[in-house]
């Protein structure tokens, strides 16, 4: 009774409140680049022009982007059922094992029977993954981030010692499988040249990104528009009602986990097959952690997951452009800035609520009567 | 004499809602002043203004005719000002004692301050008939005790106006006896007392003055003597409201439910309920009385499909579906189920109403084909409904936490009657709701017994039992003390609540 505050208008919830925390972001990370000597708005300069300043620019931000759409929206899935995935690294690793068997083991048949059956084969790779841990959850109770980070870990050695044991030829020295031929996703470029004998600068967008709207609708369209959907949201807004109602949480926890978890292993379709045609260590680079900051900024809504997937993809190229640019500000510097910004978009979401609450309602909060 | 406490003219605003609209009440010093009202009537946003949960828009406070501010309920302790509320603020692992020291230690080591508590507690317990076991642990305590509990932290910082919030709607007929009495000790030692309730008879019982409020405002203020409950209720409403259920008497057909020999009990292996058997009849309400906490919603919860029973039957229409175990099968068969606990069950608050409007039966074709939800048909559903059973506002895309209790209860009420059930099950259907509410919903009950569905009814309101049942159960300790008619008298009852009774059954 004492702290409910006034629900703020939807469009501060979903508008204000992020670009507050976006700039904030921002000045600290101004304040970080001015401490190193550089001059935070020529660095800011740089940063948006390498991504949204040329072609390739936005070629690369949208393929960063495609990523965190992926990892983002595995996040809210699993966070309107109530659940914190944070395994999404671990999924979108494992993920990247089931595309490549098939891909490599199966490549005697024809692509467009082929790349179907690696893409589906990486959705299993990460709901199973993601799975055991929502079974944990939900028939022996052991909390789901505990064990999801737990999986990422065995994830990292587990698929790190199937390159190295299983899928790499002999005699190749670097850590990687051999070249995924058969199930291949065109890159943006290839297309352009192959189809419309337009030459695009090299970026490596491909068609996962189109893969990433229909993930976005899809997701949006169980949540809002089946039964299941329903059940989710049901258990994770009032577990008690959803019990009341007949809804099972165990099963909706293992599903909703599972979903969660097919999704993080697309992240693994644009990477192996649509990047990089090959089986290689490390590829997920954080990706799955930061769906985490995408899903939270965006309201676990495709729509704010798409948006918010796009700002991370500009930190990203940008970011590098910057440490290209600016010898001073080194890549690690920019992980700096980046942090930064998930750290106000994601952990400090709610830093300034109270005061937006208070300026809206400025004579206390909305009671219950 | 001057006031104990003055409220001069206390506007408060939520948003769009005006809570308390120039409220100006006088409380004198060494009285009971009771302050009734529907739910929503602003009588606990009024308190909590005086308690400093949150600070009135405009108007002045005065303590004993000196204005204050009161910005936190440690200013409103400080000025004397003590309040027990509704759910209890007490650390169950702790003791009694334990607990009314809690955030008075007046210093870094605990035992000084216990040792001076012990003594006053000793004192109090003398002086007011508050006897507590200093060292029991509050947690298994019993309601009433509990409530002591709450008295005396607020005593113990030296409270001169007491503010109760609803204090009986948790106790036996007895141990609101003995509260009152404790009550009446409190005035004769010139203590002020506050009680906030919704229940006419309480107000008639024991309070010297009476103000009643409606819609924000404070509309008169009555000399108790010189009051009826009419025309208090007339007063809180706004209208002549009946007070008794008018209904035909019953025609029982064929039994729809068997519950045999059922026990059910819990992680502790305690039996919640304990060997109980009872049938209900088509066109009949079986009301089920007793304090609450006494295995009724155990019991609930078991003839819904939410807990399996340990041993014995749930027998509907024919069919064992205790064995189930599942809500979604048992409404399948043609139960539906109110909730007692309408906040965190029911509904979920922050869907909005079409979507709280289906839950449980979400499943229903009709609602979409296969695994599809049908979002036009959710709504058209709700907005029916809502139309049908006068839910305010009738917008089906308002978010259910945003209706008031009465409302909410309705949109319930609406999905499971209009679910066609054979049996409904009805825990509390009026608990927190306004006498508007109360009428209809009962009206609605009622009507589904004459179209010959059964109804099993669970209330811890003596009067609702007795009025909308056609046969009462008392339940005591997880087990049936015994059946009584509807004409059963309040004492009768009550004595079998308290878990005296000679047919035990």
């Known amino acids: 009774m004492m702290q409910s505050r006034g629900e703020l ?84 690793y494992m993920a990247g094992v089931g595309a490549a068997t098939v891909g490599l083991g199966l490549d005697f048949l024809p692509w467009p029977i082929l790349l179907p059956l690696a893409i589906l084969a990486a959705m299993a790779m990460g709901a199973f993954w993601a799975w055991i841990p929502g079974v944990l959850q939900a028939k022996r109770g052991s909390h789901i981030v505990i064990t999801t980070i737990m999986f990422n870990f065995i994830a990292a050695s587990l698929v790190g010692y199937l390159i190295n044991y299983w899928f790499r030829p002999v005699g190749k020295m670097a850590v990687e499988s051999r070249e995924i031929t058969g199930a291949y996703i065109l890159s943006a470029r290839e297309v352009a040249r192959e189809y419309f004998g337009v030459k695009l600068a090299s970026s490596p967008l491909n068609f996962s990104v189109f893969l990433a709207l229909i993930a976005a609708w899809a997701v949006w369209y169980l949540l809002w528009r089946t039964k299941l959907g329903y059940e989710i949201r049901a258990l994770g807004a009032n577990p008690s009602a959803a019990i009341y109602a007949g809804i099972r949480p165990d099963r909706i926890i293992i599903i909703a986990m599972a979903i969660s978890g097919a999704l993080a292993g697309l992240m693994a379709v644009n990477e192996i097959l649509g990047v990089q045609h090959r089986l290689l260590l490390g590829y997920v680079g954080g990706a799955g952690f930061v769906g985490i900051a995408v899903a939270l900024m965006g309201r676990s809504h495709p729509i704010g997951i798409l948006l918010a997937a796009m700002l991370f993809g500009l930190l990203y190229q940008g970011g590098s452009e910057l440490s290209f640019a ?34 809206f309602y400025p004579l206390g909060g909305e009671g219950n009567q | 004499m001057t006031p104990a406490i003055e409220l001069i003219g206390i506007d408060k605003r939520f948003g769009s809602v005006h809570a308390n609209k120039d409220v100006t009440l006088a409380i004198a010093p060494g009285s009971i002043h009771g302050i009734i009202g529907e739910n929503g009537a602003g009588k606990s946003t ?15 406070i005065r303590v004993k005719g000196k204005p204050v501010k009161i910005r936190s309920s440690s200013d409103a302790i400080a000025l004397g000002i003590g309040m027990v509320h509704q759910h209890f603020m007490l650390v169950e692992p702790f003791t009694a004692l334990e607990n009314v020291v809690l955030g008075a230690e007046g210093g870094r080591l605990i035992g000084p301050a216990l040792t001076k508590a012990r003594a006053e507690l000793v004192r109090l317990a003398k002086d007011y008939e508050l006897e507590v076991d200093p060292d029991a642990i509050v947690g298994e305590l019993p309601v009433g005790l509990q409530q002591r509990v709450e008295i005396l932290k607020a005593l113990f910082r030296g409270a001169e106006t007491l503010i109760l919030d609803e204090p009986t709607g948790v106790l036996t007929p007895d141990e609101a006896d003995h509260l009152f009495r404790i009550l009446r000790i409190l005035k004769d030692q010139g203590k002020t007392v506050i009680l906030i309730t919704h229940k006419l008879r309480e107000i008639m019982a024991i309070t010297d003055r ?3 409020m409606r819609r924000g405002e404070l509309v008169a ?23 008794r259920v008018e209904k035909g008497p019953s025609n029982p057909g064929e039994t729809v439910l068997e519950v045999k020999n059922l026990t059910w009990k819990d992680r502790k292996g305690i039996a919640r309920v304990d060997n109980v058997s009872f049938s209900v009849r088509k ?8 304090v609450s906490g006494n295995g009724q919603s155990e019991l609930l919860d078991v003839i819904a499909g939410i807990a399996r029973p340990t041993s014995g039957q749930v027998i509907f229409e024919g069919k064992d579906i205790g064995i189930l175990g599942d809500p979604r099968h048992v409404r399948a068969e ?56 006068d839910v305010r506002p009738p917008d089906p895309l308002l978010k259910s936490a945003k209706f008031s209790g009465g409302n909410q209860q309705k949109l319930i009420i609406a999905r499971e009657i209009k679910s066609n059930p054979d049996l409904l099950i009805v825990g509390q259907p009026t608990r927190g709701v306004d006498i508007g509410a109360i009428e209809y919903i009962h009206k609605r009950i009622i ?6 569905k059964a109804v099993l009814l669970v209330s811890v309101e003596l009067d609702e039992i007795r009025s909308l049942s056609d046969r009462i159960l008392v339940m005591f300790a997880g087990r049936v003390m015994g059946e009584r008619g509807p004409r059963a008298t309040e004492r009768e009852l009550g004595l079998l609540m308290a878990g005296v009774g000679q047919d035990a059954a």
């Open chain 1, 326 to 359: 600016k010898p001073e500000i080194n890549r690690d510097m920019v992980v700096v800035i980046q942090g930064l910004v998930i750290l106000f978009m994601g952990a400090f979401e709610y830093a300034f609520r109270p005061a937006l609450s208070a300026l």
């Open chain 2, 334 to 389: 043609g139960l539906a189920h109110v909730p007692e606990d309408r906040q965190h069950r029911g509904l979920i608050g922050s869907f909005d109403a079409a979507e709280s409007a289906i839950l449980g039966w979400h499943h229903l074709e009709s609602l979409g084909k296969g695994f599809r939800l049908d979002r036009d048909k959710v709504v058209a559903r709700a907005r029916a409904e809502m139309e049908e059973f």
């Open chain 2, 210 to 212: 009476v103000s009643v």
């Open chain 1, 9 to 92: 208008p939807h469009w501060v919830d979903v508008g204000l409140i992020p670009v507050i925390n976006l700039a904030v972001a921002l000045i600290a990370s101004g304040l970080v680049v001015l401490i190193i000597g550089e001059n935070p708005f020529e660095a800011m300069w740089i940063m948006v022009q390498g991504s949204l300043g040329s072609l390739k620019g936005w070629g690369y931000m949208l393929y960063y982007a495609t990523n965190f759409v992926f990892t983002g929206l595995a996040v809210a899935v699993a966070f309107h059922a109530g659940l914190f995935n944070i395994g999404g690294e671990g999924q979108a």
């Open chain 2, 283 to 290: 066109g009949e309400i079986l009301g089920i009385a007793g």
């Open chain 2, 221 to 243: 203020t009555r000399e108790t003597k010189a009051t009826t409950v009419e025309e208090l209720a007339e007063l809180m409403v706004g209208r002549h409201v009946l007070l």
């Open chain 2, 46 to 60: 009024l308190m909590s203004i005086l308690f400093g949960f949150y600070q009135a828009d405009s108007g002045e």
């Open chain 2, 447 to 452: 009507q589904l017994r004459d179209e010959g």
